[in-house]
């Protein structure tokens, strides 16, 4: 092996281990050709050369690691440990900032609430601590509160907040759950079946036709389906106008629906009867012996009505307050109002009667049906 190899080794050694000098393997090689007995002169020689070259390699590295900057290396067992820069601490106590809830409502979605925090070390994780949610709702650990309430009443409890150095927050919180908007009929319209009467305003409590529980106000009202009698227009659950036309049978849907978009619908029937109705002209005659009887039909109503009769004018035979003699009456049968004066009347009796009749939704009574009587005296 030639001088110009050894040095070369020893020119790479200096370069690959860098500090560790003079290296290993160049002393190594002195120390053989010492025992080898090699020339003073020669060994002299290329061990100069050999440790100029190094240090020449050396300086050159060296300055150029100066230059370089410095790269921090893993730490390694028996090092100094390496300083970790230190967690940033919090600009502000951990808060709740944001937890407003509302009021629900049984069956229908509940409005998402977003709980917000503030300070702390985010990320925040949320909790019921105390009491319970509405039954139906939850509380996600993002803070989201959501879901559709399954029980109607007050709730109260408390949210807390906790962030990644476990430090917590507490709020206490309530809300109100109202029970499922419901709808329901009156008593007058019982199973949704309502009698009306044309010219009938307001009909008395066929008028009205259903009632509203649960829910959250305000409410609204409107037709969603049939058609209702002519003549009215729906108001709440209520039919307002009067009914007009002739009569019929009338279906329709109506839909409530409440603050929060609880909905309840009503198909309630309307029968709408024609309007109670006396026509023609009449008169009663007759004398002591047989006194008189006439009867006039009516038409339309509901039910069996009653019938009056008052004294427009009397020409003879009149007594008292009402003018009528005794035994006179006026009777609802068969379709007809039967009025009859009886006989024996001595001093007879002749004028003109108003007579009416009334179902106690309408009433002839603006406009009577007039009857003409005479009963000669004895």
């Known amino acids: 092996m030639s001088n110009q190899d050894d040095l070369r080794r020893a020119v790479k050694s200096a370069y690959e281990l860098g500090p560790d000098f003079p290296h290993p393997a160049l002393l190594a090689r002195i120390s053989a050709d010492v ?25 050159v590295f060296a300055f150029i690691g100066f230059l370089r900057p410095a790269i921090p290396t893993p730490h390694q067992p028996g ?38 925090a503030s300070g702390g070390t985010p990320p925040y994780t949320w909790t019921v601590s105390q009491g319970t949610l509405p039954g139906g709702l939850t509380l996600d ?14 709730a109260n409890f408390t949210v807390q907040v906790a962030d990644t150095a476990n430090v917590t927050a507490s709020a206490a919180e309530s809300t109100k759950i109202a029970p499922a908007l419901t709808a329901g009929y009156l008593p007058a319209c019982a199973g949704g079946n ?12 066929a008028k009205a036709f259903g009632y509203v529980n649960g ?25 307002d ?11 329709f849907e109506v839909t409530v629906t409440d603050g929060l978009g609880g909905k309840a619908t009503l198909n309630p029937t309307f029968r709408v009867a024609a ?9 009663c005659t007759g004398d002591y012996n047989t006194g008189c009887s ?72 603006g406009s009577p049906r007039q009857v003409n009587v005479t009963v000669l005296p004895r």
């Open 79 to 116: 090092a100094s440990p390496v300083t970790q820069p230190a967690s940033p601490s919090p600009s502000s106590p951990l808060a709740i900032s944001s937890a407003a809830f509302h009021d629900g409502e049984v069956g229908v979605a509940y409005g998402q609430v977003s709980l917000s």
């Open 215 to 239: 829910g959250l106000p305000p409410y609204s009202f409107s037709v969603t389906a049939g058609t209702l009698p002519p003549g009215t227009v729906l108001s709440g659950m209520a039919l």
């Open 275 to 283: 309007r109670l109705w006396i026509g023609g002209s009449f008169t």
């Open 35 to 59: 025992k080898s007995g090699a020339r003073p002169g020669r060994r002299v020689s290329w061990i100069a050369g050999a440790v100029s070259a190094a240090l020449a390699v050396a300086i």
């Open 294 to 365: 006439v009867r006039l039909p009516y038409t339309g109503g509901i039910g069996t009505p009653s019938a009056a009769a008052s004294v427009l004018t009397c020409d003879y035979g009149c007594t008292g307050a009402t003018q009528l003699p005794p035994g006179f009456s006026v009777v609802v049968s068969g379709g007809t109002v039967i009025v009859t004066f009886p006989k024996g009347l001595v001093n007879g009796w002749k004028g003109i009667l108003y007579v009416q009749v009334s179902d106690g939704y309408t009433s002839t009574a």
């Open 194 to 205: 309502c009698v009306a009467e044309v010219g009938c305003i307001p009909c008395l409590e």
């Open 141 to 154: 650990p993002s803070g989201i509160v959501s879901g559709t309430p399954s029980s109607a009443g007050a």
């Open 241 to 251: 106008g009067s009914f007009d036309g002739t009569g019929g049978t009338f279906n």
